[in-house]
């Protein structure tokens, strides 16, 4: 089962900043944070990744949590091409294996 | 720098055939995962190989499925006697090292359809 819990789907209107929240509440203190989109019919695309303190990346943003326990990923212009599902996916020290629940399915409206 | 390959990116096969899923790594990765999704579902974590050893294979089913990732070549991963059931598509992902500081890059995936 997935670790981390996440809203099924959102909505955003086109060029709007979008936050996607992940709660991740059993995290331990060596688990890094990852978030992966699928595109329709494609693999899985890297978003980004990170332990305590905030990221950026030229894809997006990630805000985590002071206790860790959950994390926002921000988008912060949203495209008609970031609609996909986000996974956020709390990986172990070792990482030998994600666990993807069922992830948020973003829409953009233009 | 190619990223991840797998081929055929489609794959029909009937009931009791075999069906061989090629995966080549990026270039430099030496660790391999597969992951199946079925229609509407999320990802499976299948099976997790460096070179010539399998790591992890908790979410291989027991039966008909094996995977190898050899010396030289792509990883395979395979399929005996398939049934409806195995209809899915399965991804592959590479990383240069394990640990939780490192991402997964994904390849296209296969998509099989058992008839």
């Known amino acids: 089962d997935a670790k981390t819990t996440q809203p099924n789907s959102m909505e955003s209107n086109e060029e709007e900043p979008v936050h996607l929240p992940c709660n991740h509440s059993t995290i331990s203190g060596t688990d890094y944070i990852h978030w992966y989109r699928q595109l329709p019919s494609q693999g899985p695309e890297y978003v980004i990744h990170g332990l305590t303190s905030n990221v950026n990346n030229r894809m997006a943003s990630l805000a985590i949590a002071e206790d860790r326990k959950s994390s926002t990923l921000i988008l912060h212009r949203a495209t008609l091409r970031d609609a996909a599902v986000y996974y956020c996916i709390q990986g172990g020290n070792y990482g030998q294996n994600f666990v993807f629940g069922p992830g948020t399915r973003l829409s953009v409206l233009p | 720098n190619a990223g991840v390959m797998q081929n055929p990116r489609h794959l029909v096969r009937r009931r009791g055939q075999e069906a061989r899923l090629r995966c080549s790594p990026m270039?430099?990765?030496?660790?391999v995962y597969w992951y199946r999704q079925l229609p509407e579902e999320g990802l499976k974590f299948m099976v997790y190989l460096q070179k010539e050893n399998i790591i992890d294979e908790s979410g291989m089913p027991k039966e008909r499925f094996s995977a190898e990732f050899p010396k030289e070549g792509p990883s395979i991963l395979r399929i005996q006697q398939v049934v409806r059931g195995d209809s899915a598509a399965y991804f592959c992902a590479s990383s240069p090292r394990i640990g939780g500081n490192y991402e997964q890059y994904f390849g296209p995936g296969t998509r099989l359809t058992v008839t």
């Open positions: 270039k430099g990765h030496s660790h």
